[in-house]
């Protein structure tokens, strides 16, 4: 017997675009939310457009849009029409400008007054409240603000922003964490509530004691590259063959393992060697040592000597090496999914696996407007009652 999917009965209704309120509908569609994406009929989501595609269909909304119900209203005409979505849903995730749905007058007020028990997400870059809540906003100033960006490059370069949506997918996660704790908390007092996500935020907490140690110590992280202030070696290093490998040494006992099998027991026994900070202020010495043996062998070899010394080393793979990698394919980490435009599909799988509750793909993002018929069905728009719509421009 198959058991229902942990997140069945989930009703979630995702009026947001780009990135990271659509990212966080598609983690809880992967457990069996019923998700509805709504789209304005005239002004699809960006996120359509961004990176390759193919014949004019864009391929990332393959993944992004993924087990989700595509639906068409805008919600400046049809406010009566997406309250009675809003009545019929457990859960709304948005991200218009602060004060949009105000303006509109579906303030979550409004919203809640419609439906008590629904948890509204509303996910922008700066939050609801202070000096910037108004402003346009996206992942990269999220990523410059958080101060990953500062630390992010060479010594001696420029401040790096990262070449995808780092930022937003962080708070898409944090955002699916935020509905399944305000979701627990309609379990117990039967209410909604508000959850405010500022994409500026949830980046923040990645990047470690950054705050404390400068509240402290007066430290500031510099620009390192590939290296950590807080061990060494952690490097990547380029092989006989001309292929890359990263190697890292958080732990006292591989950083040992690592110098002995590249045959620098003299440096173990240093006597800075025993603390990953000290190490990582011999950085150089300890580069030369690694490098220099992983440059006379090729990577074949260098990834079985590490696998028998224990010590930690991975290649440094672009997409070619992901998709014919044993421990990717072991996990099933890349789906195949077949889509009625594109034929089969390969896409990243769910998060994480499950014993008995597994998350699944049931089919890949669909085109614009593809179920608004059926959605509308479902809160009492008749057919007659639908066509005048379009007509009228509203879905």
Same mark, same amino acid.
């Given at each position: 017997?198959?058991?229902?999917?942990?997140?069945? &009965?989930?009703?979630?209704?995702?009026?947001?675009?780009?990135?990271?309120?659509?990212?966080?509908?598609?983690?809880?569609?992967?457990?069996?939310?019923?998700?509805?994406?709504?789209?304005?009929?005239?002004?699809?989501?960006?996120?359509?457009?961004?990176?390759?595609?193919?014949?004019?269909?864009?391929?990332?909304?393959?993944?992004?849009?993924?087990?989700?119900?595509?639906?068409?209203?805008?919600?400046?005409?049809?406010?009566?029409?997406?309250?009675?979505?809003?009545?019929?849903?457990?859960?709304?995730?948005?991200?218009?400008?602060?004060?949009?749905?105000?303006?509109?007058?579906?303030?979550?007020?409004?919203?809640?007054?419609?439906?008590?028990?629904?948890?509204?997400?509303?996910?922008?870059?700066?939050?609801?409240?202070?000096?910037?809540?108004?402003?346009?906003?996206?992942?990269?100033?999220?990523?410059?603000?958080?101060?990953?960006?500062?630390?992010?490059?060479?010594?001696?370069?420029?401040?790096?922003?990262?070449?995808?949506?780092?930022?937003?997918?962080?708070?898409?996660?944090?955002?699916?964490?935020?509905?399944?704790?305000?979701?627990?908390?309609?379990?117990?007092?039967?209410?909604?509530?508000?959850?405010?996500?500022?994409?500026?935020?949830?980046?923040?907490?990645?990047?470690?004691?950054?705050?404390?140690?400068?509240?402290?110590?007066?430290? *500031?992280?510099?620009?390192?590259?590939?290296?950590?202030?807080?061990?060494?070696?952690?490097?990547?290093?380029?092989?006989?063959?001309?292929?890359?490998?990263?190697?890292?040494? +958080? +732990?006292?006992?591989?950083?040992?393992?690592?110098?002995?099998?590249?045959?620098?027991?003299?440096?173990?026994?240093?006597?800075?060697?025993?603390? &990953?900070?000290?190490?990582?202020?011999?950085?150089?010495?300890?580069?030369?040592?690694? &490098?220099?043996?992983?440059?006379?062998?090729?990577?074949?070899?260098?990834? +079985?000597?590490?696998?028998?010394?224990?010590?930690?080393?991975?290649?440094?793979?672009? *997409?070619?090496?992901?998709?014919?990698?044993?421990?990717?394919?072991?996990?099933?980490?890349?789906?195949?999914?077949?889509?009625?435009?594109?034929?089969?599909?390969?896409?990243?799988?769910?998060?994480?696996?499950? +014993?008995?509750?597994?998350?699944?793909?049931?089919?890949?993002?669909?085109?614009?407007?593809?179920?608004?018929?059926?959605?509308?069905?479902?809160?009492?728009?008749?057919?007659?009652?639908?066509?005048?719509?379009?007509?009228?421009?509203?879905?």
């Amino acid at each position: 017997m198959t058991r229902a999917a942990p997140l069945e &009965g989930v009703k979630v209704l995702e009026a947001a675009t780009l990135f990271a309120g659509p990212l966080a509908a598609t983690f809880l569609g992967d457990f069996g939310a019923d998700v509805t994406k709504i789209e304005h009929p005239r002004k699809p989501d960006a996120a359509r457009g961004h990176g390759a595609s193919k014949d004019g269909i864009g391929l990332w909304f393959k993944t992004l849009g993924r087990n989700k119900r595509l639906a068409t209203l805008d919600l400046s005409r049809g406010r009566e029409v997406f309250l009675d979505l809003v009545r019929a849903n457990d859960v709304l995730i948005e991200n218009f400008r602060p004060g949009t749905l105000e303006r509109w007058g579906l303030g979550p007020d409004v919203l809640l007054e419609a439906n008590p028990r629904l948890v509204i997400a509303r996910v922008t870059a700066f939050g609801q409240v202070g000096p910037w809540s108004s402003r346009p906003g996206f992942g990269s100033l999220a990523e410059a603000m958080s101060g990953f960006a500062a630390v992010t490059g060479e010594p001696d370069g420029p401040p790096t922003l990262p070449p995808f949506g780092l930022a937003d997918g962080i708070t898409a996660l944090a955002t699916a964490y935020a509905v399944m704790v305000a979701l627990r908390e309609r379990d117990v007092s039967g209410a909604g509530q508000v959850v405010d996500l500022a994409i500026i935020e949830p980046i923040l907490m990645m990047l470690g004691g950054g705050i404390t140690a400068f509240q402290q110590l007066g430290y *500031v992280q510099p620009r390192l590259g590939n290296r950590s202030s807080n061990n060494a070696p952690r490097n990547v290093y380029r092989t006989l063959d001309g292929e890359w490998v990263a190697v890292s040494t +958080s +732990s006292q006992s591989i950083a040992e393992r690592v110098l002995r099998l590249v045959g620098r027991e003299d440096l173990v026994a240093q006597p800075w060697f025993g603390s &990953g900070r000290e190490r990582a202020e011999h950085a150089d010495e300890l580069d030369e040592a690694v &490098g220099s043996w992983i440059a006379g062998h090729p990577l074949d070899q260098v990834l +079985s000597a590490f696998e028998k010394a224990e010590a930690a080393v991975g290649p440094v793979y672009d *997409v070619r090496g992901i998709v014919t990698d044993p421990q990717y394919a072991a996990l099933r980490t890349i789906a195949t999914v077949d889509d009625d435009e594109l034929g089969p599909l390969q896409m990243q799988n769910v998060l994480f696996r499950m +014993s008995e509750s597994p998350g699944a793909i049931k089919w890949a993002g669909r085109a614009h407007g593809a179920d608004t018929a059926e959605v509308l069905a479902e809160v009492g728009v008749s057919p007659e009652r639908l066509a005048e719509l379009r007509a009228e421009g509203v879905c």
